[in-house]
T-cell receptor, first 110, second 116 residues
Framework: KNEVEQSPQNLTAQEGEFITINCSYS?????LHWLQQHPGGGIVSLFM???GKKKHGRLIATINIQEKHSSLHITASHPRDSAVYIC????????????FGAGTILRVKS | GAVVSQHPSRVICKSGTSVKIECRSL??????MFWYRQFPKQSLMLMAT?????????EQGVEKDKFLINHASLTLSTLTVTSAHPEDSSFYIC????????????FGPGTRLTVL
């Protein structure tokens, strides 16, 4: 079992739809990262959160520490949101190195 | 704030040559920088962790003589791929962190290396 699991692996949505990507982890963590990687390859750090909820524009990230689960929501999705979304957690047993989920490939069609 | 740049963004070289990739934190002092490698359709793989002024810590299976890392200042780390071979072709990404930013990692845009 992977220590960080994301679902779904692939997601296709119509422009304007509300999107949810989920991340479950099995290790104790201090914080969880949501990253975005566009087809060109560059990675953008979207959120780092350790509790509750954070919002940035149309993006919302939530985390439930007790249930070891986080969600990334995109409201009013747009084709430019098409990217790979990656969940990552620092693993306390590995010196807080990031352990990455496999990523969710999102395609938003116009 | 918290911007990380990489240079070059893309490099093509001949087999046997060495290639240097720079990673800079533009608006903060990065106490720690990380170097990752990513193969197509795969997740990032941590190669090494470097702290300013000290030797890098390499992950198991990563050849330190092959991938030379220098972190000479709080804003610059370099990765040199020595005697590059086609199997070294990959996407290399750095990230930087500092206690000032709660050790969140900020990623560079990546460098795509192609070895002919």
């Amino acid at each position: 079992k992977n220590e960080v699991e994301q679902s779904p692996q692939n997601l296709t949505a119509q422009e304007g739809e509300f999107i949810t990507i989920n991340c479950s982890y099995s290790v104790g963590i201090s914080a969880l990262h949501w990253l975005q990687q566009h087809p060109g390859g560059g990675i953008v750090s979207l959120f780092m959160l350790s509790s509750g909820k954070k919002k940035h524009g149309r993006l919302i990230a939530t985390i439930n520490i007790q249930e070891k689960h986080s969600s990334l929501h995109i409201t009013a999705s747009h084709p430019r949101d098409s990217a790979v979304y990656i969940c990552a957690v620092p693993h306390s047993e590995y010196g807080n190195k990031l352990v990455f989920g496999a990523g969710t490939i999102l395609r938003v069609k116009s | 704030g918290a911007v990380v740049s990489q240079h070059p963004s893309r490099v093509i070289c001949k087999s046997g040559t060495s290639v240097k990739i720079e990673c800079r934190s533009l608006d903060f002092q990065a106490t720690t920088m990380f170097w990752y490698r990513q193969f197509p359709k795969q997740s990032l793989m941590l190669m090494a962790t470097s702290n300013e002024g000290s030797k890098a810590t390499y992950e198991q299976g990563v050849e330190k003589d092959k991938f030379l890392i220098n972190h000479a200042s709080l804003t610059l780390s370099t990765l040199t791929v020595t005697s590059a071979h086609p199997e070294d072709s990959s996407f290399y990404i750095c990230s930087a962190s500092s206690p000032r930013h709660y050790n969140e990692q900020f990623f560079g845009p990546g460098t795509r290396l192609t070895v002919l």
